[in-house]
């Protein structure tokens, strides 16, 4: 009565063990009927097939390689920001799968645990095997997992009991969801697991949500000067924190800093954001600076696209930080003026040769020089340089 009818137990792990029996002993292809019940299973069967190509055999022992006593502070210096971001999302997980006995699994882009959270239990030797920070949980180590196929798939994945390749991993069931960062590269997965527990295929939409939570935290965290939340026009809703919207920060000057899964598929344009800075102005057909307007008013309102389409957009802007804050970001501000006035110097004057050695556009550098007299002197040498 506790398994869902589409998982009862019995017809599950039968389908598992003829789809082992066919590609794993026998080498041979699914029935028809087999693969038919397979069909959105066909990454674990590919899975398979890699573990098979490295040499590996389901029958192999699996030796979960030793971790070095630094471990956890190794993956605290190397992951600072995603464990911050993540921590508070770990504990809110392992308390909700607690009465399951689901315990919670974080891993770089790789595939090497880097923190654990939830009631581990390490007399367990199953438990202890996975559940420790720096081991390493990668397809080419342990076969397929949930760990490797999320990485692998890039989306959320379930897999049960003996749909891992190996035996000996074949006591676990577990979900998975990728972690993507706010400029879209994959830092890692999120990982729920349980040792010889029922199947619970509802775990991989709270991981996928979980995932989500964390991906928002670690977009947040960029330093911006406007928060964007994004939805489509009929019936959606972007006011608070409303789940599942598209999340987008800009800076003052209105380049992204940064943007989550849901505002990437809303936004394509945003999939190129890693490899060169995004404008808002090349997002939204209206004149940017409207949306720091919307911010001020306070209220969400349906802002056109390039592409035709239209989104609903609520705009709030951070807190204003307290006044050694401000003074601080002012002091920041004047050192970069420094140096880009340096750089313009340097460059005689040529503005486009002084943002090229920056790494910025010239239009920053003329922003960042507005207003000062060193501005007008930049402009008098570029002229000067540009005479024959």
Known sequence: MNALPAFSA?????????????LLTEGTELTEALASAWVDRAWIMQSWRRCLALGHRPQSRVAFDPVPARARADAQDAHAALLAAARPELQRLAAAIAPIRYFVLLTDAQGCVIDTAGAIDHRNRAMHAIARVGVDLSERSV?????????????PVWLHRGEHFFNDTAVYSCAGAPLFGPDGACLGMLDVTGVEVPERPELKHLVAQSAQNIEDALVLARPHALRLRLAWPAGWQVSGGAAGAGLLCLDADGQVTGANATARQMLPA???????????????????????????????????????????????????????ARAATRSLKAVEADLIHQAVRQAGGRVADAARALGVSRATVYRRLAGRPDARKAEEISTEAARP
């Open 143 to 155: 076969g397929t997992t949930a760990i490797g196929a999320a990485l692998g798939e890039r989306a």
């Open 10 to 22: 019995q017809p599950r792990l039968q389908q598992i063990a003829l789809a082992r029996q066919s």
């Open 270 to 324: 945003l999939h190129g954001a890693a490899q060169a800075p995004l404008h808002a102005s090349e997002l939204f057909a209206l004149p940017w600076a409207q949306l720091f307007d919307l911010a001020r008013l306070g209220e969400a309102a349906s802002v056109p696209l390039w592409s035709g389409l239209r989104v609903q957009v609520a705009a709030q802007a951070p807190a204003q930080p307290a006044p050694a």
